[in-house]
């Protein structure tokens, strides 16, 4: 009954900027930790950025500089902001929870292309 549900992907150009969010329902716990992962066709999951409940955030290296993770605790949300979008980013990304065990949301499609 755990949700996580996200938003906010599309089409956007290279060098555009697009920013997820992800909401959790079901639930009253928070999640120690929160994240995006993201899985392009024929590849493995990655992580994206995650944050753990103290804030302290991490990056994967291809999207350092350019991407940002908020959460907000206590609300059970997460938010990914895109910004100097490239081909290479173009997923389904993931949003991600942690409370003893894996929760995963459903996936938003992030194109860009021009």
């Known amino acids: 009954q755990v949700q996580l549900v996200e938003s906010g992907g599309g089409l956007v150009q290279p060098g555009g900027s697009l920013t997820l969010s992800c909401a959790a329902s079901?639930?009253?716990?928070?999640?120690?930790?929160m994240g995006w992962y993201r899985q392009a066709p024929g590849k493995q999951r990655e992580s994206v950025a995650v944050?753990?409940?103290?804030?302290?955030?991490t990056y994967a290296d291809s999207v350092k500089g350019r991407f940002t993770i908020s959460r907000d605790h206590a609300k059970n949300t997460v938010t990914l902001q895109m910004n100097s979008l490239k081909p290479e980013d173009t997923a389904v990304y993931f949003c991600?929870?942690?409370?003893?065990?894996?929760?995963w949301g459903q996936g938003t499609q992030v194109t860009v292309s021009s």
């Open positions: 944050v753990v409940s103290s804030g302290t955030t």
């Open positions: 079901g639930i009253i716990f928070r999640f120690d930790t």
């Open positions: 991600y929870g942690w409370r003893g065990r894996n929760y």
